[in-house]
């Protein structure tokens, strides 16, 4: 049975390092770098990305990419990367996703035949990262030379262990804890530039922060 046995020695220590990273001050960058080591000891890596879901509609921004040619880096953060990540099936939160279980083949995804399959990759899982409150903050990809890989017993590690991930590269974390100190505070989005908004982490929206309203129209003209 695939990958029945297989399970990733240490799984107890290789968790409690992710929670570790998950909780460690420091930057989004420093905790993505650091999950590589516990990552790589689940499944063999050729490479590794984590793209976090941008402000604006439709995009994701890299913030680490290792063993990734530079060429899908750039393109990850295009709208055509999000809608190729919608069209294969990589969007689900929690579920990862192994590209033989791709909603299309791959020869038929033109970043996995130009750029992986070239580079020597034979697979790849992604798992959308979503945090507890169910905000999507964005990708993890991880890319596999071996073949056999990634087993039954490691996507499901993987899974279980998402959303500790999300909460490691969770760009509004620092924010919603800046945003704790005002005590007042009854409601709260984030606006962003292009005069939308997001929710904020700890905070209910209010019908005068709905987009489009005219406290944040001000908002936004004052940070023009």
């Keep these: 049975m695939e990958g029945a046995a297989e399970i990733p020695s240490g799984i107890l220590e290789i968790v409690l390092d992710i929670g570790r990273i998950a909780s460690a001050a420091g930057t989004i960058t420093d905790r993505a770098t650091a999950l590589i080591t516990p990552l790589r000891r689940i499944v063999p890596l050729h490479g590794v990305m984590i793209a976090l879901a941008g402000a604006e509609p439709h995009r994701y921004v890299p913030v680490l990419a290792e ?97 500790t991930i999300a909460n490691a590269v969770d760009p509004l974390r620092a924010i919603a804890a800046t945003a704790g100190i005002v005590h007042d505070a009854r409601a709260g989005v984030l606006l962003t530039r292009s005069g939308g908004t997001l929710p904020l982490p700890g905070l209910p929206d209010h019908e005068l922060l709905h987009p489009g309203a005219p406290v944040l129209r001000a908002a936004a003209d004052r940070l023009a």
Excluded: K, N
Excluded at 118 to 127: Q, S, Y
Excluded at 149 to 154: D, E, I, N, S
């Design 67 to 163: 063993g990734v040619d530079q060429r899908l880096v750039a393109y990850v953060s295009t709208a055509d990367a999000a809608a190729c990540a919608a069209r294969i099936g990589i969007t689900t939160p929690g579920r990862p996703v192994r590209t033989r279980d791709w909603l299309v083949r791959p020869d038929q995804v033109r970043p996995w035949v130009e750029w992986c399959v070239p580079a020597g990759v034979a697979e790849a899982l992604t798992v959308s990262l979503t945090v507890g409150d169910g905000r999507c903050v964005g990708l993890l990809a991880l890319l596999l030379a071996a073949d056999g890989h990634p087993t039954v017993a490691a996507v499901d590690l993987i899974g279980r262990l998402a959303s």
